[in-house]
């Protein structure tokens, strides 16, 4: 056993909405909750509507860009909650995913997507291929919620709570998997992205 196996993931869950009315506080804080309850983790909740980004990056980057920045590369591992709109996820994700180049390299991103009738998930699979392109590795399982206004009750908690507890339990098995993995091939060999 390795010293990383006693030591808890630090795990970034990044709400990607920001848009008012948005749903995505619901599901990003029941996500959280479920996480947080976990001892093989550390959780940073990043909300991006509380995490303001400019849209064009001016040079040097200025302290909120280089606060997120830092919390991204202190990170072991990734859960971006995403709503699909228009059959992608929300602008100011990409704005916050292309904010940080090499701080998402070696490192494990999942999945919690919601929406309509699919449920996020053609929001996830853009989003596995813009990883991809910054050398993260993105864990197969995911949670989904189809029509996901209905899929929750008044205080915030999955009507189905079994479930979803059971689906966002494989999903942050796989996020510790490899993130202690990833942590252990760091900290012997630094990643060349």
């Known amino acids: 056993m390795t010293q990383s196996e006693n030591e808890p993931i630090v795990l970034a869950v990044i709400i990607g909405s920001t848009r008012h009315g948005r749903f995505a506080d619901v599901v990003g804080d029941w996500f959280a909750g479920i996480a947080t309850a976990r001892a093989d983790l550390t959780v940073d909740v990043i909300d991006l509507a509380e995490t303001p980004l400019p849209g064009n990056m001016p040079r ?6 280089q606060a997120f920045a830092a919390r991204i590369s202190a990170a072991d591992a990734f ?46 699979e853009h989003l596995r291929a813009v990883f991809a392109e910054l050398h993260a590795t993105t864990v197969r399982d995911t949670v989904s919620f189809h029509g996901a206004w209905l899929r929750f009750d008044d205080e915030g ?37």
């Open 60 to 65: 040097p980057a200025p302290p909120e860009v």
């Open 79 to 124: 859960v971006v909650i995403t709503p699909e709109y228009n059959h992608s996820y929300p602008g100011p994700l990409k704005v916050a995913i292309d904010t940080v180049k090499d701080g998402w390299a070696a490192k494990p991103v999942g999945f919690v997507g919601y929406g309509g009738m699919s449920g996020g998930l053609r929001a996830i």
């Open 157 to 193: 908690r999955p009507r189905d709570a079994d479930q979803c507890g059971a689906a966002a339990t494989k999903l942050l098995d796989q996020v510790v998997w490899w993130g202690r993995a990833l942590r252990d091939a760091r900290a012997v060999r630094p990643y060349a992205s």
